[in-house]
């Protein structure tokens, strides 16, 4: 299950930094992961300092669904 990334996000990039498989974008409010590129690895839900990352289980259908429109549209986070 990917994980997706809520509105509490602050753009500090620190998640993008450490993802292996470069799934986060930069939505214009947050980062979004998309979720058809996150290999589910966990690794960003740890690394964020405002626990603004979780797994689609916990996730709202509201910011999973964000995450999935926006990271079509949105810069990748390390072009
Ligand atoms: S769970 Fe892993 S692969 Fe998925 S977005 Fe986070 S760091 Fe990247
Ligand atoms: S680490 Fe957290 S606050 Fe920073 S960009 Fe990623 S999701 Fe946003």
Do not use: R, W
């Amino acid at each position: 299950m990917p994980s997706v990334i809520s509105d509490s996000c602050v753009k500090c990039g620190a998640c993008a930094s450490i993802c292996p498989v470069s799934a986060m974008h930069v939505a214009a409010t947050q980062y979004v992961i998309n979720p058809d590129v996150c290999i589910d690895c966990g690794a960003c839900i740890a690394e964020c300092p405002q626990e603004a990352i979780s797994t689609d289980a916990e996730a709202t259908p509201e910011a999973i669904k964000f995450n999935a429109e926006q990271s079509k549209v949105c810069p990748n986070a390390e072009d």
